[in-house]
């Protein structure tokens, strides 16, 4: 089965602008999380859609972040206006179910505000 | 709050020496304990998990944790590593379902 896709691998911003992420999870898991690690730290939880409602959003950083999930089927984790705290490496995951059972990550997205 | 350590940034071990990469996590509840890999420039992959049962797990590649719940420990361990172990290791904590709390992860080095 194809693994969770993450575009684009890499991205470099300047302040202010926007950078949109994507993520493609596994066909047919209705779970999907995004979570980011800054440079060196622990890998924090930023929020988890089943299909396509959010299920909790309580790691969002702030207004300047919106996740969408279309559909059900893909995401996007807008950041507008982009600072450079928001540089990191943002990780989508996704899982059949929201019971423990192990989480499929993507291969990064590295996000770097300048 | 959850939380989770892991008090080594890095650890340094010879191939086919037996690795331990420690983690200690927060008491909250019934702990659901989770050791993720990294490899360069790839995602995080399922190691094992702790949910109930026998304190000794055994999960992919030959790596087992042992839960401790009088230490507050959950350490990842392997008898006899390889050259192809090293990579950055994560471990994780969720009181159920997959909002896991991380530590800030250990960077394994095996050498010949």
């Known amino acids: 089965e194809a693994g969770v896709t993450q575009f684009p691998s890499h991205s470099v911003i300047e302040k202010g602008q926007t950078v949109t992420l994507r993520c493609d999870p596994i066909?047919?898991?209705?779970?999907l999380y995004w979570y980011r690690r800054v440079m060196g730290k622990e890998i924090k939880f930023l929020l988890h859609?089943?299909?396509?409602?959010?299920?909790?959003e309580s790691g969002m950083p702030n207004n300047r972040f919106l996740a969408e999930r279309t559909g059900g089927t893909y995401s996007t984790l807008k950041v507008q206006p982009a600072e450079l705290e928001d540089s990191g490496v943002y990780f989508c995951?996704?899982?059949?179910?929201?019971?423990?059972?192990?989480?499929?990550f993507g291969n990064g997205t590295r996000l770097t505000v300048t | 709050a959850q939380s989770v350590a892991q008090p080594e940034d890095q650890v340094n071990v010879a191939e086919g020496n037996p690795l331990t990469v420690k983690c200690t996590y927060s008491?909250?509840?019934?702990?659901?304990l989770f050791w993720y890999v990294q490899y360069p420039n790839r995602g995080l992959q399922f190691l094992l998990k702790?949910?109930?049962?026998?304190?000794l797990v055994k999960g992919s590649y030959g790596f087992e944790a042992e839960f401790n719940k009088s230490q507050t420990s959950f350490h990842l361990k392997k008898p006899s590593a390889l050259v192809s172990d090293s990579a950055l290791y994560f471990c994780?904590?969720?009181?159920?379902?997959?909002?896991?709390?991380f530590g800030t992860g250990t960077q394994l080095k095996v050498e010949l």
């Open positions: 994780g904590q969720t009181g159920g379902g997959n909002k896991l709390t």
């Open positions: 995951a996704s899982s059949q179910d929201n019971r423990n059972s192990p989480l499929h």
């Open positions: 859609f089943v299909k396509e409602s959010k299920q909790d």
């Open positions: 008491v909250s509840g019934n702990p659901y």
């Open positions: 066909s047919g898991h209705d779970n």
């Open positions: 702790y949910i109930t049962g026998d304190n």
